[in-house]
């Protein structure tokens, strides 16, 4: 047998390195303004959550770093009763184990280390082909709220596309609402934010910054990369994969001088939420055709291991992995993946094969 190795890709080495500083310095003692649109965007999704608890729901987030959201949504699974009855299973994706390995210590420290693998879950996996398919028997009568928070749309360059399509064909399309918080080019050039702010936290992003005031396109040469988008062109690549946006949130953000009419300055926002579902199904019509009073007998783990699909062969509808405690193997294709050891968590990891 041997262990398919491949060079680590720059933007996955580049997410391992800064793993141990994130905390730090993007969450904990962010620049002002990322502060501010982080508080924001918590206050934001709680409002979502909270509006759509009353059903059973699975949480998934893509891109969920060190864990901001997994541990924030497994403290309300302990301390509040309508978490606790109705959000059956948190779910982080990412594609660097250093960011998985934080948020396990993040999720250990806020005591939450009885639910890891029980309702809160990992997985290692590339964003752009999620082993994820919420289009699969007994999974259609839970609500699914899929986040996409802090910009992580503009961190993916390749494969942005393959990941809203997917969104909104497997994801979404039964009973799910997406949420997606992106930032706005304008912001870029604004007094107080955007590259000012992103320059404040050097040993992250690495100097100098290069920016391109055509694409919103920062990079550095430390392989460093986020688009930050033009509203309407972002809500094309949206609607074209067939999504529609239900509702538009727009962050707080910094100053840009207005150029003709008094007050001199005026605040353009950071960023925007975006709640998202598939066209022709509108939030209301979505959490209708949820049964309230559903009873879900699957357990979470069963339910977790239910919703995984092989990333290589992709079978529609059907579940052809089988579950060990090293691996997960595809009856389809015979591709096997591991399941690695993590801070002591069992974490599949989709990005790793192996073969006979
Ligand atoms: C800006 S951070 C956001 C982290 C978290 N969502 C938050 O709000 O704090 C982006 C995260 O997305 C992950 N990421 C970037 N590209 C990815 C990809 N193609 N597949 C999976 N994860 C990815 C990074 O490893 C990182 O943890």
Redesign the pocket.
Known sequence: MHTNKKAKRP?LEF?DRVASIYDERV?LHPPPMMHEYELWEDEQLDLIMWGMIENKTIFL?I????G??LTRYGKQMLEKPEFSANLLAIVG????EE?IRKSIINLKAAHLEKLIGRRIFLVR????NPPISFKKPGLNAIQKIVAI????IG??KKGRQNLLRYLCSNLLNTNGIGVISFFNRHALTAKGGGLEDYSLIPEIVGTPLQWNPKNGIVTTGKKFFTEWFEYETFAKQIESVNLEIIQRLEGPGPKVPKVFRLPLWSKVPRGYIVTVAPKNCSLRETVNRISKNEKISISPEKLFQKMLVCPKCRPENSDTLVFKSTEISCRQCGTRFPIKSINGVRVPDFLKTKKV
Not at 93 to 96: A, H, T
Not at 149 to 152: A, E, K, L, Q, S
């Open positions: 933007e997410w969450i987030e891109g969920s770093g060190t901001r959201y994706i990412d594609f660097s960011m996996a590339d964003a752009t928070m802090f910009g992580t961190n993916i």
